[in-house]
Structure formats: C-alpha cells, structure tokens
C-alpha cells in the first residue's frame, strides 16, 4: 500500500552544510539543537501522515542507520527508508554514478506515494516532474527565508 504522504529529505545542505567531499562517516550527534531541525519536527508534528524518506548522497557512504541516526528522535520516527541502498559493506557500490534525482524518481515511482513534498538544497537534485512540490533551500534549512518555510507548510498541508 502507498504511504499517504512523503517528504523526501536531503540531509546535506538542507540540515547540514554541504562539503565538497562526501564524509567516509557521519557524526553520531543528532542535530535535535538545531534550531531549523525544531521548527522542521514542529511543522511535521501537525501532519501525522506525513512519513520522511532520506535522499542522501551520504546513506552509501555512511550507512542507512549511520545516516538515520543523525536526525532528531522525532524525525526518525517518521522516517520509512531512503532512496538509495545503505549498506556501508558495499562501499565499491557506484553511487556516484547515479544522480540524487535518479533515486529521487525511481523511489517514487516504485513508492507511489499519493502525495509527496522534497526538501533539497539543489534543484539538479529534483527531477523536472516533481519541482512543483519541492522546495529548495540553496543556502541550508538554516537559512530558509520565510516564503520558504510557507511553501512547505502549504504544500504538508495539502494531505489534509
């Protein structure tokens, strides 16, 4: 069965700055401080529906659960995979030769969500079908300006 509704969420350069080079780990500290991490989970605390799927560059390189457990407990909560495969045992794996929005629209397509939202730092990572239900924040979550953080409540809105 198809989950209600889906926000696809990039954790680099959405909750955490972008590097220029993928970490071989992440940190085990979950960002539950951060303030655009709060305003996030209390935005999502109003739509129980909406179930979090990670598209990450970093789940390849760092593990599914190496990735998860980055995220505040009230966001894992929510989450009901990623993407790609994060298994960090098949590093060799060519992630890289595959693009985020390539994940992005082989999970939906398979997912089928009836409703979906992506939350990405870069439109090249948004594939040109689903850009009407993204929202971009090219400088972080951090920075979202508030016409940003109304785009995504508006659009968690629409499963009500």
């Not at 959405?14 to 951060?34: C, K, Y």
């Not at 060799?92 to 999970?107: E, G, I, Q």
């Amino acid at each position: 069965m198809a989950s209600k509704f889906i926000l696809y969420l990039s954790v680099e350069g959405v909750l955490v700055p972008q590097e220029r080079h993928l970490p071989t780990r992440v940190s085990n500290r979950p960002l539950a401080d951060t303030p655009h991490a709060i305003r996030l989970d209390a935005m999502l605390s109003e739509r129980a529906s909406v179930n979090i799927v990670i598209n990450s560059a970093w789940v390849p390189v760092s593990g599914f659960r190496g990735v998860l457990n980055m995220l505040p407990a009230a966001l894992r909560l929510r989450v009901i995979g990623a993407t790609v495969p994060g298994n960090r045992l098949l590093r060799h794996y060519r992630a890289d030769a595959v693009s985020k929005s390539t994940w992005l629209s082989s999970d939906v397509n398979r997912r089928d969500p009836e409703q979906l939202a992506v939350l990405d730092s870069d439109s090249r990572n948004v594939p040109v079908p689903l850009r009407d239900r993204a929202v971009v924040v090219s400088e972080g979550l951090w920075a979202a300006t508030h016409d940003d953080w109304s785009r995504l409540r508006h659009m968690l809105a629409c499963d009500e």
